[in-house]
């Protein structure tokens, strides 16, 4: 694990975007990067983003939760390495209790694909995960189902997760979710949002997971 402190620095550099984009705020919500096959390094329990550094990113085993050092990681902790543990090719996790996606999650309302980017990023909807208790085994499973087939999901009654094969793909989806989930928010006062269709929506995540993605990384 020899790219340890350059993948620290980015889980604290996601960490501050995070917050000047308004995605969360103090201490809640939490950042991981996968760092090998075995182990995750991911935000501490109870820190300001702002106010990171290196030693306080925690190396956490995804298959036994335990960890290295004094201080605690997350306590979402679970959620992320069954995360890891279950969906080959994600390299990054973030949780946060972004506004509109909250909205959406406290209304317990299923987001269709209203927007190209959402379908293309995202998938053919935002499911929300039923409601449980933060840091519990149903919660893990909740979020783990609504997952399926998606790169981001809402947690009812709680926050949002997003996933991505690198930190930067796993930021940019809690961006477009915000924006789908505020799109969807103001669509319903208009009359009802309207959907893509669900096969196309399908098409088009299927084609952005593909093509444009890797199109964009060998053009960089």
Not at 121 to 138: C, E, H, M, N, Q
Not at 147 to 157: F, P, Q
Not at 199 to 220: C, G, P, T, V, W
Request: proline share 3%; aromatic share 6%; net charge positive.
């Amino acid at each position: 694990m020899e790219n340890i402190p350059e993948l620290k620095r980015q889980v604290i550099e996601a960490g501050i975007k995070l917050v000047k984009e308004g995605l969360v705020a103090r201490t809640w919500g939490n950042i991981s990067i996968r760092a090998d096959e075995d182990h995750m390094l991911i935000t501490p329990s109870g820190r300001k983003y702002d106010e990171l550094q290196a030693s306080d990113i925690v190396l956490v085993n995804i298959h036994t939760s335990k960890w290295e050092g004094h201080i605690k990681p997350s306590s979402e902790h679970k959620l992320h390495s069954e995360i890891y543990r279950t969906r080959d090719g994600i390299n990054a996790v973030i949780h946060t209790h972004q506004m509109n996606a909250s909205t959406c999650a406290a209304a317990r309302r299923e987001v269709p694909p209203i927007l190209d980017d959402m379908a293309q990023i995202i998938g053919p909807s935002v499911r929300v995960a039923a409601y449980a208790l933060p840091s519990t085994k149903k919660i893990v499973r909740a979020t783990l189902k609504a997952l399926k087939g998606r790169t981001a999901a809402l947690m009812a009654n709680h926050g949002a997760v997003c996933i991505g094969r690198d930190i930067e793909e796993a930021f940019f989806t809690c961006q477009i979710l915000e924006k789908a989930c505020k799109a969807f928010i103001d669509a319903e006062f208009l009359g009802g949002a309207k959907s893509i269709n669900k096969f196309e929506a399908h098409l088009m995540h299927q084609i952005y997971l593909k093509k444009y993605s890797a199109a964009d990384k060998k053009n960089r």
